[in-house]
């Protein structure tokens, strides 16, 4: 590997989670300009797409810009020839690593023995790991997992992992059955990098699972040993959670945070034109809108709008609070 990006970054290391339909590079630049993390993911990426066949249908989810930096991108799939291809595509855009999901509880892909479905195939595992190197091998290769599929299985399954000496390693304290309910059990983090000083010191760990502020991000850290906390869902509950220090997202002025809903929308209409759905802007209304005082007409007025000039415009209108019209 020529350099490997884990190593370089500031301890601990905050991370935005790989999140499909929210951590595209329209996110991820809006991130950027609010608050930055230390290292960005892309959302999971197919392997099997990456085949030229699919060439435009893939293309637009790998562009990144320079803003965005550095990016890790992650990769699923079960098929090895895949992961070469995938690997050495990433390698020539300028990825900063790559990662294997190794992780996502989703019945249809575990069925098929992809993301957590490889928690039961670690051989499988094995071989997709050195595919991914042999594909990339100027790049760092990462694995995000949980800590086992239907009971936690550290021991055995972060114990096999590590045997690979990936360049780090994500541990959602999570089983794969308890998708996202129970509390994220840091205690499995805090053996899982037990297990790292014993088997694999050089790995770098990453730890994830309900992290919400950066005092929460800090006792996490300290309690567990992990060099890098990563965040998913907390991001919507604060847009700056990233910021060391300062006022949340909930307490910026009315128009700072119209602002920036609408440049998302913007960006999202000239980024994608068309390709994704107006949609999925929707998921972020709540991340944006939940401070302003009059949050619940705003949000369920903006819901009945379908396309992005209208949503605009209705957000444009808001900025002037309906007591003050
Ligand atoms: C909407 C959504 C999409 C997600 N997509 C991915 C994904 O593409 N790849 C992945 O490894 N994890 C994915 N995850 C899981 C998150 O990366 C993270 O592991 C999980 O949300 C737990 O962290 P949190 O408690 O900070 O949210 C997704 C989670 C959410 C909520």
Not at 150 to 156: A, G, L, N, S
Not at 185 to 213: C, F, H, K, Y
Not at 218 to 247: P, T, W
Not at 310 to 320: G, R, T, V
């Amino acid at each position: 590997m020529a350099s490997n990006i884990w190593t370089q970054l500031e301890r601990p290391m905050r991370i935005l989670a790989p999140m499909e339909d929210v951590t595209d590079t329209v996110f991820r630049r809006i991130i950027g300009s609010l608050a930055p993390p230390d290292l960005y993911f892309t959302e999971f990426l197919r392997a099997d797409l990456f085949h030229p066949r699919f060439g435009a249908r893939m293309q637009r989810r790998l562009e990144f810009t320079e803003t965005e930096r550095p990016i890790i991108a992650q990769i699923w799939g079960n098929n090895t020839a895949d992961y070469v291809m995938a690997a050495a595509r990433l390698e020539q855009l300028g990825y900063d690593g790559i990662d294997i999901n190794m992780g996502c509880p989703a019945p249809k892909l575990v069925k098929k023995g992809c993301c957590a479905g490889l928690i039961r195939t670690p051989n499988k595992a094995a071989e997709l790991y050195a595919a991914a190197c042999e594909g990339a091998p100027s790049l760092p290769v990462s694995i995000k997992t949980r800590i086992g599929l239907d009971t936690p299985e550290t021991e055995d399954w972060i114990g096999f992992l590590l045997e690979l000496r990936p360049a780090a390693l994500t541990v959602h304290g999570r089983t794969a059955a308890e998708m996202s309910d129970p509390p994220a059990d840091w205690s499995q983090v805090r053996l899982a990098v037990e297990l790292r000083d014993r088997i694999s010191p050089a790995t770098v760990m990453v730890g994830n699972g309900d992290i919400g502020s950066e005092s929460e991000l800090q006792a996490a850290a300290a309690a567990s040993g992990v060099e890098g906390v990563m965040i998913g869902r907390g991001i919507f509950e604060d847009l700056l959670v990233f910021r060391r220090q300062g006022k949340p997202w909930v307490d910026q002025p009315r128009e700072v945070v119209l602002d920036a809903y609408i440049r998302h929308i913007d960006l999202h209409r000239s980024y994608w034109q068309g390709e994704r759905n107006f949609e999925v802007l929707k998921k972020f209304a709540r991340a944006y809108l939940h401070g302003l005082p009059d949050f619940e007409p705003v949000y369920r007025a903006g819901m009945r709008y379908h396309d992005h000039d209208s949503l605009i415009a209705f957000l444009q209108h808001s900025k002037i609070p309906v007591d003050s019209r």
